[in-house]
């Protein structure tokens, strides 16, 4: 049988759900991000790319609180630069994106706890 090497984005993927479950195995965060991540993740693909890619840019635009404008402009600049480039990118804002979940749900924590 022959090995195939996975598609960038397959690869991406995969790094991007284990990350996230060794984060809700380190009660980081709640088990139901995975839950959610994986379901955007299937309902992604099932929609047309144009469709996507206006869901990335709204999604970056208010993560990042800027407009839209913006964003698709800095998606456009990150799609120019070399595969690995964007890849360590999308790893980078993946810890910061991460890093906001943790301090959410911590805050959620804290607050049932008081």
């Known amino acids: 049988m022959a090995y195939t ?9 995969s790094w991007l759900l284990c990350r996230v479950a060794q984060a809700v195995e380190a009660g980081e965060v709640s088990a139901d ?12 693909k ?10 990335a840019v709204q999604d970056i635009a208010e993560i990042a609180g800027v407009p839209e404008d913006e964003a698709r402009s800095a998606l ?3 799609e120019a630069q070399p ?6 990118l999308l ?6 994106w991460l ?12 607050a049932e706890e008081a």
């Not at 595969?83 to 360590?88: A, G, I, K, M, N």
């Not at 890093?99 to 804290?110: L, P, V």
């Open 5 to 13: 090497v996975p598609e960038p984005v397959e690869s991406f993927e």
């Open 91 to 96: 790893r980078r804002f993946v810890e910061a």
């Open 76 to 78: 456009e600049s990150i």
């Open 46 to 55: 099932e929609m047309p790319q144009a469709q996507s890619y206006a869901n």
């Open 33 to 44: 991000l995975l839950t959610e991540l994986q379901a955007e993740i299937e309902a992604a």
């Open 99 to 110: 890093e906001g979940q943790r301090r959410a749900y911590r805050a959620e924590e804290d």
């Open 83 to 88: 595969s690995v480039t964007q890849e360590l």
